[in-house]
C-alpha cells in the first residue's frame, strides 16, 4: 500500500513553522524572506510512527481540513522560534509569537 493511500487520524493541530529564504538583492544586500509556499503546521497523530514519535510539520498546502490551517494562522505561534535575528524580525514584524506550551502542575499535599 503506498502511503497516498493510507489515511491518518489526527489527534490535534499544532504551532506553524516558517521557512525562511535570504534573497540578494541588486545592491548586493540580503533580505530574507518567509517562503510563502512552505509554510507547515505541526500535527500530532493518534497512533506513533515506527521511531515512537507522533509530531510531524506538514505542509499547509497538503492539509485537507482548511479551517485547522486557518485557526494556526490566526493564532499566529511559531515552533521552532528561529535563532536567527532576521528571521525573528521578519516573523515579529507580522505579528507571530513563539510557541509556548501550556505547563501543567502537579500539586502535591
Sequence with gaps: MSI?????????FGPLMAHFKEIEMPDGEKKTFIE???WRIWIKWRQPFSDGSKWS???????????AVQQGFSKKEIWPWPKIKEQREVLQSRGFRKYRTEKKYVLLT
Design 36 to 38: 510563502p509556499t512552505a
Design 4 to 12: 497516498e493511500e493510507t489515511r491518518y487520524e489526527v489527534q490535534q
Design 57 to 67: 510539520a506538514e505542509l499547509c498546502d497538503d492539509i485537507e481540513n482548511d479551517d
